[in-house]
């Protein structure tokens, strides 16, 4: 499903303790809403937001790039059900020491369900589900997420080739059928957690994410 329009809404200084980002707000444009996510059915939404922190000379060579998809309970209560804090922190410490690079922040929580079902799934997997299993238990797919946005995105922003930071090669070929070459894969992945080690198990058999440490044996 593609989008009809893509716009910017905002573009401000956002100094962090990893360097100093502008922060750009986008909003991309639906013919209808996405069926998969839970909270755009229910309210018929048709527009979809990013926001873009953006560091440094983005053009002299292909910029670093981290798609990261909104997680609340990770990225803002710090939980360890999942990694999402982590590579978080990993992307944009990467950027800021290179001193350049965009971060693309996707507002698709639960790998694009929503927020409360994605709790949902949490009590299926306290009950011995992964995360696959509490999806489809659902109703969803294992992963209702597009990536056609940041491609947009990227475009928007003079960008037509990239360092991806990612471990999930759905990321890799969305970009490129947006028309964005990526030149270089960089792992994403941090250092296990035994309360995450199953999360990034099935992430690795069932979704096809490359985890180095667990094909390892470590």
Known sequence: MGFERVVQIADADFPTRWGHF?????????????????????????????VALVM??????P????????CLTGDVFGSLRCDCRLQLELALSKIGQEGAGILLYEQQEGRGIGLMAKLKAYE??????DTVEANVELGYAADCREFELPAEVLKMLGVTQ???????????AA???GGIAVIQRISAEVVPQESFEKYLKTKQEKMGHIVEALAAGE
């Open 162 to 172: 990239v360092r991806l930071i990612t471990n999930n090669p759905d990321k890799v």
């Open 56 to 61: 440094g000379d983005i053009h002299a060579a």
């Open 175 to 177: 970009l490129e059928a």
């Open 63 to 70: 910029p670093l790039v981290r798609i990261h998809s909104q």
């Open 124 to 129: 299926l997997q306290d009950q011995g589900r």
């Open 22 to 50: 502008r922060i750009l707000g986008f909003e991309g444009y639906l013919p209808e809403p996405r069926p998969c996510c839970e909270e755009s059915a229910k309210h018929g939404r048709r527009v979809e937001g990013l």
